[in-house]
């Protein structure tokens, strides 16, 4: 095998074939709304079958021809012939959800111009017919109630592409345009640093005081222009909070809760759980500052390394190797479905001048293996990032026996392969390793967990509060310091915090791009250690319960498909064996080094 892949996105288009693409998917729209004249209560089975199948194909096709730029610009973001297909993308993708809302109304149960209203006796016997479809066709009925009219729907739709788009069109100007002058130590002259990225390397400097500086060059942009992002922050929070409300949501979280398929009082356990942990990451943090020889940690030195890091390095083969061995030990069937999308072609490993940063994976629709970019470098961080996207990849694959709608989970179930995957190859490394690369690779995690745990929670947390001060009518410099309150309270006596990192608020995207998304990053993690826990107690019962939990995809709601299977969501125990796997980390690294000079 080569070590360095390229993909191949032909099975999704090309260049030569898209114009088709197009002009064919312009006749499915028209086709779509012709089906407008023949919806019924009475209809004939045959003929409903054949509508929700044409919308299916209608969909599955819009997602390749929006995918297929946009893959294509990410591997080369110089390609002008990419944004053009995708700008042309766009209008499709807008014809197609117009083509489709007068029957989702419908479907819905709402009243529209012209066929007979669909009750719920009648739904109930049009929606037995397609069992594949049916949880999804429900649970479009129930969000009827929190559905507006057609007309006001196109309202909210225009609003938000004219208004909340913009907003964040603005937000991205004013950050793009900061520059960040910065003095590092031993050197005589400033220099200007003109992005986040280079920026944030320094945050994790070895030099303590590079990282105090680089956190309060970056916040005191932000300070500086704390009334512009408050301005955008309160008009897309106090949008949000208005849109709840006409959708008759209890409380501004409730709306995201419900896209989720998740209670309001789930997320509350959740909460609850996560602080009722906290103790293990200020353990965490104050080995840390043990382990840097200082007497205690400061929220500067959150992500400083440790003397002698992990410096190893892997090609990608030797990666890929050991990620396809390791989920061989776990289930044959598991790692097949990762060997294929590396037998399709379909994994862009390396990074290049022309390549937009990060990592993923892209399920495009059931009948396509997903596909996963990369930028390995040979970290052993690279080599989580692959089994992490692999995963993603075999959750995919085991989800595309349900329709294009019911292939993708919801958010917080999503990452259940992916972090599972990476679960996986944490303990094989465990075993494989000499004592001095478990410290390293304990400590990692450990600082991984916090950052997708704690963090994110604290984040979501700090939200609820913020739309609270929004709704009684507040400033920048409040919510500065609601802001400023919750960091002391999140790290206890365990991390000393300096007031630049009140505005740190103002930094983080997802506040403004997609309110209340963050905990869903904590659930999801949380989940999938939990089910770790119940499989290395429980072994191929547990194999076989995850497989199972991987095919739902978003055909049943997350608390019935885990209820198939004996796990209660709601029980706070299970969430408590997550933190437990946690906990047990902390032991180890503390047991490993209390046995060496720190």
Partial sequence: MKDSLLWDLSDIATNETFPQLIADTKKRIDKIVTWRKHLSPQMEKKQF?????????????????????????????????AREMKATALDIVIAAEESVRFIDHWLQGKDVVGPEKLNDEQAEVLFSIVPEHKHLLWRSRELALHTLSDVEERIILQKDLQLSEPLLDLRRIIESEQQYKIKLDGEKKTKVIRTQAELSKL????????RESAYRVLFKEYEKNLDKYFIIYQAIAKDWSSVANLRGYNEPISMRNRANDLPDELIDLLYSVCSENLGIFHNFFELKANLLK????????????????DKTKYSFAEALDLVIDTFEGFDKDFADKAKRVVAEGHIDSHPSPKKAPGAFCATIHPKITPYVFLNFTGKTRDVFTLAHELGHAVHSLYSSVNPYS?????????ETASTFAELLLFDRMMQLVDTETQQKLLMERLADSYATIMRQI????????????????TNPE??????????????????????????EWAYIPHFVNSPFYVYAYAFGELLALSLFAMYKDSGEVAVNKLKKILTFGRTAYPIEMLQELDISLQDRDFWMHGFSVINNWQKNVQNIFSHERI
């Fill in 49 to 81: 079958v054949k509508m929700l199948n044409e919308i299916e194909d209608l969909k599955s096709v819009i997602a390749c021809i929006y995918d297929y730029p946009a893959l294509k610009e990410l591997t080369d973001r110089t390609d002008i012939k």
């Fill in 203 to 210: 945050t994790t400097d070895a030099n303590p005081k590079n």
């Fill in 294 to 309: 200082i007497p205690k940690l400061r929220r500067f030195d959150l992500y400083a390394p440790l003397k002698d890091s």
């Fill in 406 to 414: 019911g292939q993708n989970p919801t958010l917080p179930l999503a």
């Fill in 458 to 473: 604290n984040f979501s947390m700090f939200e609820k509060e913020a739309f609270a001060l929004f709704a009684k009518g």
């Fill in 478 to 503: 409040d919510v500065s310091s609601r802001y400023y309150q919750n960091l002391l309270a999140h790290f206890g006596d365990s991390v000393d915090v300096d007031q630049i990192f009140s505005y």
